[in-house]
């Protein structure tokens, strides 16, 4: 078969021949109809991803939709020890699998699950998330963080703040549920500012950010809470600014202050695949905005470093 194919973590991966994978007693071989280009994808392929085993050579792609022997389709996360999905074909444990409506999009799924299950396996299985209540999304100009706005809103949020850096893709949260935008454009220290006054008393923080974007907001925000009692839930779940911050003690004195992160380890896998028919029966029904595009698997090399508009995701598909 034909697979994007990493042999070195200092290049994108090459659309070349590579040995088709066997179907055994827990998988089924699939013929893959469609695979995101996710940030998830490119630390794994690049070897940065905290999963990362250091062996190469390897197959980017930690999703997709396939078509099963029977002719329908799915969308399936994919084991962690078999050949990713970036490939003609690939192995699915049915257990990880959702099977889709025969009008499904495979490139609306592949681009929008998983960046969507990040916000919504955290609202609904990290913490106990309740209508009304208020989160910030830092880091809300990311595709994740973009489908975290529309997230939350869906599951009751009464107020959402959105923040990044990016102008242009600010200016779409307005349009997608956010009901406060806050740029963090600009002086750092200016920019915590607007974020304490802004979002001081949100009951979540989903972070996609970390790094110093994250060890200003923290304090900025907890200074400020009318009722520092009141509990705040701060899940981390990217580090897109950096991986590491310096929490001052006080910090965690100072408020009812609650860090967790959520991913793979933090969470089952069974738990977050329970998670996963709700959300494609929401996908699959329209409920969110998704962008995508899709691209040749063939093209593999050149979609690597392509610039990419705001809010849109790319798709790699082997018969696009």
């Known amino acids: 078969m034909h697979a994007a194919v990493v ?36 630390s794994g392929a690049n070897g940065t991803h905290y999963t990362s085993d250091g062996r190469l050579p390897l197959i980017p792609g930690v999703d997709g939709v396939g078509r099963l022997p029977d002719g329908s389709s799915v969308y399936f996360v994919a084991d962690d020890d078999v050949p990713g999905t970036m490939a003609e074909r690939a192995l ?22 998983n960046p969507a299950m990040s916000s919504w396996v955290a609202l609904r299985r990290r913490i106990s998330f309740r209508a009304g209540q208020s989160v910030l999304v830092l880091g809300a100009t990311g595709n994740a963080g973009q489908m975290a706005v529309q997230i939350a809103r869906h599951l009751g949020a009464e107020r959402v703040v959105a923040a990044g850096r990016d102008a242009d893709r600010l200016a779409l949260l307005g349009g997608l549920g956010a009901t406060d935008v806050v740029s963090l454009a600009g002086d750092p220290e200016e920019a915590a500012d607007r974020l304490g006054e802004a979002a001081a008393d949100v009951d979540v923080v989903i972070d996609y950010t970390w790094g110093s974007p994250t060890e200003r907001a923290l304090p900025a925000l907890l200074t400020r809470r009318t009722d520092r009692a009141a509990a705040l839930d701060w899940i981390q779940i990217g580090s897109t600014a950096g991986p590491d911050i310096t929490l001052p003690s006080f910090v965690l004195r100072a408020a009812n202050l609650r860090v967790m ?55 790699l598909a082997p018969t696009a």
Do not use: N
């Open 92 to 113: 699915v444990d049915l257990r990880r699998a959702v099977p889709l409506p025969a009008d499904a999009d495979p490139v609306i799924v592949a681009a929008a699950m």
């Open 7 to 42: 042999r070195s973590f200092d290049q994108p991966p090459r659309y070349e021949e590579f040995e088709t994978p066997k179907a055994d007693e827990g998988h089924v071989l699939v013929d893959v109809l469609a695979a995101g280009l996710h940030p998830r994808v490119r």
């Open 261 to 315: 992160g959520s991913g793979q380890g933090s969470l089952t896998a069974a738990g977050i695949v329970a998670e996963l028919p709700s959300l494609v029966a929401q996908l699959t029904a329209g409920v969110f905005s998704v962008a995508a595009d899709a691209v040749s698997l063939s093209e593999v090399e050149r979609a690597w470093t392509a610039p990419v508009e705001p809010g849109r995701r790319l798709v």
